[in-house]
């Protein structure tokens, strides 16, 4: 498990900066629901450093 | 009074629903999906194998926030807080592992400091700061009986953390979500709107003292609860997150505005006092043109697009002032010379209050459009920081648990680390709370209760029953009588403790004991040790202790001093800001309608006043129109007001006076040289109205009055005199 703690903070941090870039944009205007779209890309940035780095 | 109320309509269904919907709706809705979030940690936390999966679900409790913001803000600083106290534990762990002693007295500086930085910042902040304290025990005492395991420990812990904040986070986002930014956006648009009707009315003398200084009252507490919103929307929509330079403009602004008619509705009582009766009728006029252009058709812009004319009408307006002013200037001039002044000054004050309505308007317009960059840098919130307090409450934490880890050593307890670890929790959480000693028992309560329940469920429920999806049920109804409790502000702490007593007694683990011993020692040891911190509270220097709310009283009077002698780079906005945090401070702690609210409230206002007088001075004093000699006598002037503030007594009263009309007698002899150029003599005559302000300031009884009105009512009361 403690494999799997330093990409998720990365994919926070990651995150971080992606969702601040996007909203400077203003993408999420363009977004039906903007949370949902959030966690999901969270989601799929953590998905894929995780197999990248661990398959 | 004597005609009946006309009987209300019975209400349709259709309403009563909607009722419901926004007050108990809203709570149950937030109580189901505090369950799940809280189930979903614990299940996700069995299936991944965590050595504690409580520790998850306890996460969940502590975030839970009906709003999405506020779950998400304490969320972020908890993922930071928890770092640091993992990276200090690791420190510590690795320094004193084999000197217990050593190891403890480290530990309970470092949770000394975690407070001292709490009491600090008091807001989210200081959120970090009590969980790098609480993280490093929870991590610690556990560790420091194993040293070996001290990196497995940590790992652990922030996964669990983690684990819990992700499905707080997520289920508060997705689910029915109640958005911080909705109530941020009311805020700024009530704001706005009751500060235009304000000023209106002000301006136009329709309002009496009472309801002005309830206004004031209302805007100070809406600063706060802005400033509180923006911080936690920020984490919630992207679209605070963009605007967040504009809003903290905004709010600057906001403040800045209302000292400014604060500082106008002054100076016109001193004129209807003073019975200069042409200067008012040569002032009403503006004030009615004023009026107009902020109220279109008679009524307040209600929305950031339909402000945005508006504030093109105050630029128009702003412009023609000064014509308007010299126009109006010329029926004065051959009256009396005090009279004339007092025009100047009020004239004065009223361009400078057109021109921060016109920012403060165009600030709230360009929030319209979505992505824009803030009209000017916006400023810092800075709140005020009371070195004192800090350091007492860090005192008091470290005190709590060396107290506690004394006894714990001394007797050998086995429970020691729950009692420490609760010791420290309490110490932290309120070490910025405005009554402290209340709050820990009101959170004692709570865990009572949350131990009751958590024995009723660990041994007469949970035995029944098998599987994850019948302990989740058996559990739910105890999880939902702390969160329904939570709901109520009145009950919130004890809703708090009992949600986090009973998560983290129930003993939920992977392998389940039956041990009601265990489960009662752990819960005591946690209650002893949050009543230590309760007794740390009470007894070494209470927070609310008269001799301590004493000298935050005192530092509200000085903060002139601050105005007096601090940078001048930025310093109009730090004053500001500083005095109406400690302003509303002061007032969280007062009591409601004993008079002391209000006498604190003028005294605030007071000083706001003051100190931009002196502000502007100084800022004209830099400006290069005056001599050296000048500058220097402007100084020792100032000065001179600065010890009155430092302490007011009718001595120091008459000297600062004496200093400033020395002051003035020389700017009168410099502005009737010749050889003037037009900056330097508007410069000298800004400076000749502004000491004719504080002058009139100094004199003014009721500013004196509300200056040293206050500490004689919270002064402790004076020993009798020894035989």
Known sequence: MPTLLPVFVLSFVLQWAVDGLLARLGFYANVWHASLFRFSLFVCQFGAIGLALYQ | MATLPAEPAAPSWKELLRDWAAGEGRAWTFVFKTLLSALLALWLAFRLGFDAPRSAMTTVFIVAQPQTGLVLAKSFYRIIGTFVGCLATLLLVGLFAQQRELFLAAMALWVGFCCVGAALYRNFRAYGFILAGYTTCLIGFPSAMRPDAVFETAVARVSEVMLGIICAGVVADLLLPQRMSRNLVATVRASYRDFVVFVDRAMCGRLDHASIEQAHDRFLAEVMAFEAQRDAAYFESPDARVRADRLRLLNAEFMAVTTTVHTQHQLMQRLRRNEHRQALAALAPMYKALAQELLPDGRAPATAAEAAPVALRLAAFRDG????????????????????????????????????????????????????????????????????????????????????????????????????????????????????????????????????????????????????????????????????????????????????????????????????????????????????????????????????????????????????????????????????????????????????????????????????????????????????????????????????????????????????????????????????????????????????????????????????????????PEPAHAA
């Open chain 2, 321 to 716: 002032l000064t014509d308007r002013v010299a126009a109006a200037r010329i029926a004065l001039e051959t009256g009396d010379e005090e009279e004339l002044l007092a025009f100047d000054s009020a004239a004065a004050m009223f361009c400078r209050l057109t021109e921060e309505l016109h920012d403060y308007t165009a600030s709230y317009a360009a929030l319209a459009h979505p992505a824009r960059q803030a009209r000017k840098p916006a400023p810092r919130y800075v709140p005020h920081t009371d070195p004192i307090t800090a350091v007492l409450s860090g005192v008091r934490a470290t005190a709590a648990l060396l107290v506690v880890s004394a006894f714990w050593i001394a007797s050998a307890w086995p429970n020691g680390t729950d009692a420490a670890t609760l010791a420290c929790v309490g110490c932290c959480l309120f070490a910025a709370a405005p009554q402290p000693v209340l709050a820990v028992r009101m959170l004692t309560r709570g865990f009572l209760w949350g131990l009751l329940a958590a024995f009723c469920c660990a041994f007469f429920v949970l035995p029944h029953l098998d599987g994850f999806l019948l302990l989740a049920l058996g559990m739910a109804p105890f999880i939902m009588v702390g969160t329904k409790l939570l709901t109520n502000p009145a009950t919130a702490g004890i809703g708090a403790g009992y949600n986090i007593m009973f998560s983290t007694t129930v003993g939920v683990e992977n392998v389940t004991r039956f041990d009601p011993v265990a489960l009662l020692s752990s819960g005591i040891a946690s209650l002893l040790g949050v009543t230590v911190a309760g007794l740390a509270f009470a007894l070494l220097v209470p927070a609310d202790a008269p001799r301590l709310r004493l000298h935050l009283v005192r530092s509200l009077r000085r903060k002139v001093l601050l105005a007096s002698f601090g940078r001048l780079q930025g310093l109009r906005h730090r004053f500001e800001n500083g005095t109406r945090d400690l302003l509303s401070q002061l007032l969280a702690g007062a009591a409601r309608g004993s008079g002391e609210d209000r006498r604190l409230l003028r005294r605030g206002l007071a000083v706001l006043e003051v100190g931009h007088t002196v502000i502007g001075l100084r800022q004209d004093a830099e400006s290069g129109a005056l001599t050296v000699n000048n500058r220097a006598a402007l100084h020792a002037g100032l000065r001179a007001q600065a010890r009155f503030f430092s302490k007011p007594t009718p001595q120091r009263r008459a000297q600062a006076l004496d200093g400033i009309l020395r002051v003035r007698g020389r700017i009168e002899t410099a502005l009737e040289q010749h050889g003037l150029d037009a900056p330097e003599r508007a410069a000298l005559r800004r400076i000749h109205i502004g000491l004719h302000q504080l002058r009139s300031l100094l004199l003014d009884e009721e500013t004196y009055e509300a200056l040293s009105a206050v500490e004689r009512a919270a002064a402790p």
